[in-house]
């Protein structure tokens, strides 16, 4: 399941992608806009900013911006730095994971790997940019 963290990632990016005009954008205004507490919004920057999406600078004029073209920012991209890679469907298909002693027994771990595998190719498939021209009534986003 996607987290709030990783929705609110998603709005955050998409909103900075959508208001790009090259100058910072102040996070009170991303925030007014999304509805997103300013507070809860801080506590995910420093992922965004870690992850090479988005830079900062502070003081008067200051804010983020991102740093890469909406259409070369993915979704799994997104939601793999917020969720920090744990979108694997199962603990055994995680990065890192201990190969399972039942992993050759196992019946259903080929739907897990096909279903990770869709999953996966979905949100390559969609780019900020994509999410920036779809047309919706009052900007609404989950």
Known sequence: MISTKGRYSVRVLLDLAEHNTGNFIP????????????????????LLKNSGLIESVHGTGGGYRLIKDPEKITLWEILTFAEGNSLAPVAC?????????????????????????????????????DLAQTEMPNNYII
């Open 27 to 46: 996070m009170k205004d991303v925030a007014a806009r999304q509805g997103i507490s300013l507070k809860y919004i801080e506590k995910i920057l420093p």
């Open 93 to 129: 298909l995680q990065d890192g994971a201990p190969v399972c002693e039942r992993a050759d027994q196992c019946k259903t771990l080929g739907v897990w790997k096909d279903y990770y595998k869709l999953t996966k190719n979905y949100f390559e498939s969609i780019t900020l940019a």
